[in-house]
């Protein structure tokens, strides 16, 4: 299917968006991969200032992902991956969007978005970390062009995840 993608904006996290994120994540659907349930607001306070960080010292980070009437819609961008586990000093894509925004094209448009600022800051490629279940991230991936290069087990969650690389 090939459609036209909807026009997005990417900004670094502000304050305010700590709060949006909470909202809008606040949804089963949003935290089935993400441990079931919806963080604390400090959790998104905290993500929103590392993100802030990221931008200021790697020119890259987990934008908030705004449609064309400035709603917050959740976030997409790319950092460091995080864990002890998985693909150590690799940077990872993600995007996380709010339940009433999936399936309008929104995520693919702002990762497409942030590929490209992604080779401006010459990041050499990416990995995706997604729950083996997760049919729409997988989905994504995919359109991205991404390919499966391994399968793990998520530590603590104790179910299959997929490694998705792309060279930039």
């Known amino acids: ?19 949006a994120w909470h909202r809008v ?18 959790v998104y306070e905290e993500l929103t200032a590392r993100q802030r960080r990221h931008d200021a010292e790697l020119g890259f980070c987990l934008w908030t992902v705004l449609d064309g009437e400035d709603r917050v819609l959740g976030f997409t961008g790319a950092q460091p991956w995080p864990w002890e586990w998985g693909p150590k000093g690799e940077i990872e894509i ?3 969007l709010g339940r009433e925004y999936w399936g309008k094209g929104y995520v693919t448009a702002a990762a497409m978005m942030t590929l490209e600022r992604l080779r401006a800051a ?19 991936t995919r359109r991205l062009g991404m390919r499966l290069a391994e399968t793990f087990t998520i530590p603590k969650a104790e179910r299959q ?8």
């Open 1 to 19: 299917m090939n459609r036209t993608l909807p026009v997005v904006r990417l900004r670094v996290p502000t304050d305010e968006d700590a709060v």
């Open 161 to 168: 995840g997929h490694c998705y690389r792309l060279k930039l």
């Open 25 to 42: 994540f606040d949804h089963p659907d949003v935290m089935e991969f993400h441990g079931g349930r919806s963080a604390q607001p400090y």
């Open 122 to 140: 010459r990041v050499a490629g990416v990995v995706a970390m997604v729950d083996a279940r997760n049919a729409r991230s997988i989905a994504v």
């Open 94 to 96: 993600g995007w996380r």
